[in-house]
C-alpha cells in the first residue's frame, strides 16, 4: 500500500483544479491518500532577502516533509497566460530552497484544467519539464478542457472519451506505484 499526496498547484478557494485532485483520488483504492489544499497554505513571494531574514516558514517544511514522506503524488496544475501561476512557480521556488531534490524518488501523476478548450496544457508541459530536476518522475498526464461542459460536481468526468483517458492515466499512475 503507497501513501499518496495529492494538491492543486492553485491558491483559489473555489480551485478547478483541487476538484479534479479530489476526484481523482476518490477513485484510488487500496492506498492511503492525503490532500492538501494550498488555498489554506500562506506563502509569501520568494526573494533571497526573505530568506535569509526570516528563513522558512513552518507551512512550508510541512508541505516538502509530506511530499517527502509520500511514495506517489498526484498534483494539478492551474494554468495563467499558458504558464503555471505564479503562485505554483513560487511554491516550487521556495521548496527547492529547502531541498533541491524535494520531489526525489516521487511518482507523480500530472494533471491540468482550464475552463479553456487548451485544458491548461501550456502549464502541464512547463511542470512536467521542471519536474525532473528537483528528482520526481511523471509516470502519466492528464489535461481537462473546459472544465464547466466537461466536469459535474458529485459526478466527475462526464465527456466519455475524457474520462477514459483520465482513468487510463490513473491506471498508469497506480501500476507505476
Partial sequence: MAQILA?????SSSSINFKLVQHTISLIDGHTTQSLNLANYPFPMYSID???????????VELKNDIQKA????????????????FFK???????????????DTKILLMSTSGGKRG???ALEVVA?????????????????????TFET???IIDTELKMAHEK???AFLESI
Fill in 7 to 11: 494538491f492543486a498547484g492553485s491558491n
Fill in 50 to 60: 526573505m530568506e535569509k531574514n526570516k528563513g522558512f516558514s513552518n507551512s512550508l
Fill in 71 to 86: 511514495d506517489a503524488l498526484v498534483l494539478s496544475v492551474n494554468e495563467h497566460n499558458s504558464n503555471p501561476s505564479a
Fill in 90 to 104: 513560487n511554491v516550487l521556488d521556495w521548496l527547492s530552497r529547502i531541498d533541491r531534490k524535494f520531489f526525489a
Fill in 120 to 122: 491548461a496544457i501550456g
Fill in 129 to 149: 519539464n521542471m519536474i525532473p530536476r528537483f528528482g520526481g518522475e511523471i509516470v502519466a498526464t492528464f489535461s481537462l478542457p473546459d472544465f464547466s461542459n
Fill in 154 to 156: 458529485g459526478t466527475g
Fill in 169 to 171: 492515466a490513473l491506471e
